[in-house]
């Protein structure tokens, strides 16, 4: 049986204007792996309520290491479970086989320079083992992405990278609900290499579509929109104003808070450089580029969407090389205006893991690759510093909403509303998946199509600009 962890709630102030970003270096911090050019992630894996840790990458030896949280930031290597240590790939945790638990996929080189890519299946205790007879191309300098592509109720995956041989690859595969996973014929998807993949629901019509940036195999950068009928079949849109880019990153989120996502893309161009660039969609899945938006271009890094003010709209976070070295956290003003909010260590051929460690309710940052402080390429752990005290007791005294049942399994209530309400559901890294407005003093919400784990609930009342965010465990 699953233990049943009771989440505590916490309310947060929301008040006019924009909020303070600060995010300062825990000194000294926990102890991580170096990952010099290598992936990190977050996932709960023995279901207690908050983010675990895997990194990889290389520094001094090319390790591969899975820290376990004991919920207020302090993380401890996880002893049980070998991972082959790799670089240069990507980590990312997925329930593939249903059964309530975070298994994880991690390709990249060892230090011998083979490719690789492994599935490891968590055994409901926190342990891992490796999954037999995968049919994955063994990889490095890719990405991949989990979704649901066929509506089934499972996760499949679309994997790119330099394979074996060199060449680039991009594949899909699809799952039987067990784990096993078999590959798709005939996709319309070239190629590539050095690049990022990411699902997103273009028109939201509850389909995974999908975008696609790297390197083909005839050297020409490509960046490419597909659109999935629902089935997994996925026609090429045409005449998009993506620029092709490599070695960069792709964020999708709601920079907008228009309901529908919009897509961050970032990387090297063939004929302007590093770029940064948001394109905004118009709920059809027609997209065009921001022109008040004005971000660095970077690329051998990350670039991603989180709320790290919880003001109710995403952020972003850039880390990376372009005109100089950077990692910057940029505050959404509104009407795609970003402005510099908070400048951490700089570092290159980077990756990091967004999320809450400490239980706060702010988004946390882990840091890794080569940086021009010591040590230079030493994984370094930024703590949102949050609000004071004194904005956290103003709030209190509000009237508190109830969230029931929690944990749930798919399907829960809301009670407590007076007046119009918006209510938002956005995971740890404050993505948002539904928003919805409301009048009625309750309501049932359903999150089952959402993969287990941990999820806020934003209630924003519209008449007094405030609200309250709790956290929601899916099983």
Do not use: H
């Not at 000194?27 to 170096?34: A, S, T």
């Amino acid at each position: 049986m699953k233990k049943v962890i009771i989440l505590f709630i916490a309310l947060l102030y929301w008040g006019q204007g924009t909020a303070q970003i600060n995010l300062e270096q825990a000194m000294p911090g926990p102890v991580f792996q170096d990952a010099d050019v290598g992936s990190m992630a977050f996932g709960d894996i023995d279901n207690d309520g908050d983010n675990d840790l895997m990194v990889t990458g290389k520094g001094g030896p090319v390790l591969s290491t899975l820290y376990i949280n004991d919920g207020a930031g302090n993380f401890t290597e996880a002893t049980g479970a070998a991972f082959l240590g790799v670089f240069s790939g990507t980590v990312g945790f997925e329930d593939v086989n249903n059964d309530g638990f975070l298994d994880l996929l991690i390709t990249g080189s060892t230090t011998g320079g083979i490719r690789t890519v492994n599935l490891y299946l968590n055994t409901g205790t926190g342990g891992f083992t490796l999954s037999q007879n995968t049919p994955f191309e063994p990889s490095s300098g890719g990405d991949f992405a989990f979704a649901d592509v066929d509506n089934d109720g499972d996760k499949d995956v679309i994997m790119t990278g330099y394979d074996v041989n060199g060449n680039g690859f991009s594949t899909l595969y699809l799952n039987d609900g067990t784990g096993a996973f078999a590959e798709v014929t005939g996709t319309p998807f070239q190629g590539l290499k050095n690049g990022s993949v990411e699902f997103i629901d273009i028109e939201n019509d509850g389909d995974e579509d999908v975008i696609l940036a790297g390197l083909n195999n005839n050297d020409v950068l490509s960046t490419a929109l597909f659109t999935n009928d629902g089935s997994g079949n996925f026609t090429l849109v045409p005449n998009t104003p993506f620029p092709g880019c490599d070695g960069g990153d792709i964020a999708i989120g709601d920079s907008d808070n228009d309901g529908d996502l919009d897509i961050l893309l970032n990387g090297g161009t063939s004929n302007i450089g590093e770029i940064t660039n948001l394109y905004i969609n118009d709920g059809t899945g027609s997209f065009s580029l921001s022109a008040n938006t004005v971000l660095p271009g970077t690329t051998v890094g990350v670039s991603e969407f989180a709320d790290f003010d919880n003001d109710g709209d995403l952020d972003v976070i850039i880390i990376g090389a372009g005109d100089g070295v950077i990692s910057n956290i940029y505050e959404n003003q509104g009407a795609n205006t970003f402005v510099l909010a908070d400048e951490l260590v700089a570092a290159y051929l980077a990756s990091a893991a967004i999320g809450d460690i400490d239980g706060d309710n702010y988004i946390d940052v882990i840091i890794a690759g080569t940086s021009f402080s010591s040590p230079t390429r030493g994984t370094k752990t930024y703590m949102n510093q949050g609000m004071s005290t004194s904005e956290v007791n103003l709030f209190l005294e509000e009237n508190q909403i109830t969230i029931f049942p929690n944990p749930t399994q798919g399907s829960f209530k809301i009670e407590g509303l007076t007046g119009a309400y918006t209510i938002q559901i956005l995971d740890m890294t404050g993505a948002m998946y539904q928003v919805l407005n409301t009048s009625s003093s309750s309501i049932t919400l359903d999150i089952t199509d959402l993969p287990a784990g941990m999820y806020l609930i934003r209630a924003e009342s519209k008449a007094n600009d405030r609200g309250s965010v709790q956290k929601i465990l899916k099983q």
